[in-house]
């Protein structure tokens, strides 16, 4: 089987909509078995005033768990699949409430980056997932 960018995207929204730790470990676990890597971290806050935050956390969390060394172009994809899975998301968030989880996962020079949120205020929320991808 030929692994490219459309395999690590699926696994990436997969990952980021694992429903707690103990299901995103053993998803995590299956991952690294057939050679990918991936790290998740959960985010949360206003949309607008969270954005350069999600990003750092995305860098922060792939460097973490060794999905990217500390070269600058390795982050650098990493912080353009992240602004680009924002992008996808700003009709629906712009002012609003965001709050879930992201994940990044690699397999040799495609990376994906995913974002899946709830999205609003109080109990009135939306659902949404943001994908970005580069290669590295």
Do not use: C, P, W
Not at 60 to 73: K, L
């Amino acid at each position: 089987m030929s692994i490219g960018s459309k395999e690590v995207a699926s696994y990436a929204v997969t990952l980021s909509a694992t429903a707690d730790r103990d299901e995103e470990r053993k998803l995590r676990a299956k991952l690294d078995k057939l050679g990918f890597r991936s790290a998740a971290v959960n985010f949360g806050g206003e949309f607008i005033t969270s954005v350069n935050k999600a990003i750092e956390h995305t860098i922060v969390a792939a460097r973490r768990e060794n999905v990217i060394g500390d070269s600058h172009s390795e982050e650098g994809a990493v912080a353009g699949a992240a602004r680009e899975a924002l992008s996808q998301l700003i009709t629906k968030s712009l002012g609003l409430n965001i709050g879930g989880k992201i994940a990044i996962v690699r397999y040799e020079d495609h990376i994906s980056v995913a974002m899946f949120f709830g999205i609003g205020l109080l109990h009135l929320n939306d659902v949404a997932i943001g994908l970005g991808h580069r290669a590295i």
